[in-house]
């Protein structure tokens, strides 16, 4: 495993970072409690040490999960990378900013806010550590823009929890160049968690130059496309009726996708390896992109993620896969 410094931070995570999503069952078609704690038991056991989840991820579920799992593991030896800001309960429903309707486990509709006043944040932490059985989170991060709330008040409170020690660094997630720029006024920020993939690269024009300059880390989530890019949705793979993929997948040309993904698969076949495996590895060598979270949700996909670190992409596979996604994103 390769671990890299998180910005200016004494944080080193594992460049392939879990991402527990998934697990947390809502929005992904449900989940199975042994299967998703055996996949994060066997990312630590791979040399995954670092662990993103958001109390959002199955209303708190995701967290819980990830607290049974390393109870009886050296947390010294574990990076634990949570969230705030997008509030369900009945005590902050209606405040801040509708983002959609989710559905909880018994199907029922649950309208989603973007809220990060500094009650709120300081609420939510501590719920966290208590689902996570932790007193402190090694990076806290702003799940989504809050436009109610000053972004100033959002980073103050942030400060304030790295002053307590409750948190060792303060994060942002979904940030444009604009709105790093103004938290960067109020203090120091390790990383900025964005949307990224082969399919997805619009944060290379501005986002990337800026957090290369500033010492800002790059945390890429859905390297995979949510899956798409490992090639088994082509190939008549079903999804459950309230997998939100279903609606996902349509923004993309799938036809073009799976003629792009049938170009690069020898590459991988020629190394042994999975096509999951070398667009992972393909992310971690973009520049500025420090982490690159992979999703699992069994211990099978978790040791295949955290082996796409061991892939060697020569400059000349580089530059025939970058020709093939420049042919792709016309």
Not at 33 to 44: E, M, T, V, Y
Not at 132 to 152: E, F, N, R, S, V
């Amino acid at each position: 495993m390769e671990y890299r410094k998180l910005g200016t931070t004494d944080l080193n995570l594992s460049s392939i970072t879990y991402g527990a999503f998934a697990i947390g069952g809502s929005m992904w078609g449900g989940n199975e409690k042994k299967d998703s704690i055996d996949a994060i038991h066997a990312s630590l056991d791979h040399g995954v040490t670092s662990l993103d989840t958001a109390p959002f991820y199955g209303f708190g579920l995701s967290e819980t999960l990830i607290g049974e799992a390393i109870k009886e593991k050296d947390r010294s030896k574990i990076q634990i990378l949570s969230k705030f800001g997008l509030v369900w309960d009945k005590s902050n429903q209606g405040k801040g900013k509708y983002f959609f309707d989710a559905t909880d486990d018994q199907g029922n509709r649950v309208p989603v806010y973007k809220f990060a006043s500094k009650a709120n944040i300081i609420k939510e932490v501590e719920e966290s550590l208590k689902r996570l059985g932790t007193d402190y989170l090694d990076l806290l991060q702003i799940h989504w823009p809050d436009a109610t709330t000053p972004i100033a008040e959002t980073m103050e409170t942030m400060d304030l929890l790295i002053q307590q020690g409750k948190i060792r660094a303060a994060g942002v997630c979904n940030y444009d160049l604009s709105q790093i720029k103004t938290a960067g006024e109020t203090i120091k920020l390790a990383s900025n968690q964005v949307s990224y993939s082969m399919l997805n690269r619009g944060i290379e024009t501005d986002v990337v130059p800026y957090s290369l300059a500033n010492d800002i880390s790059i945390i890429a989530y859905s390297p995979l496309e949510r899956g798409l890019l490992t090639g088994k949705y082509f190939k008549d793979s079903k999804l459950k009726s309230d997998d939100h993929r279903n609606g996902y997948f349509g923004q993309f040309q799938l036809d073009k996708v799976e003629a792009f993904v049938n170009k690069i698969q020898p590459i991988a076949a020629a190394k042994n390896a999975t096509l999951s495996q070398l667009v992972l590895r393909w992310t971690t060598l973009q520049p500025g992109i420090t982490i690159v979270l992979a999703g699992a949700r069994n211990a099978q996909q978790a040791i295949e993620n955290a082996g796409a670190v061991d892939i060697q992409i020569s400059e000349e596979e580089l530059k025939f896969i970058g020709k093939n996604l420049a042919q792709l994103n016309k």
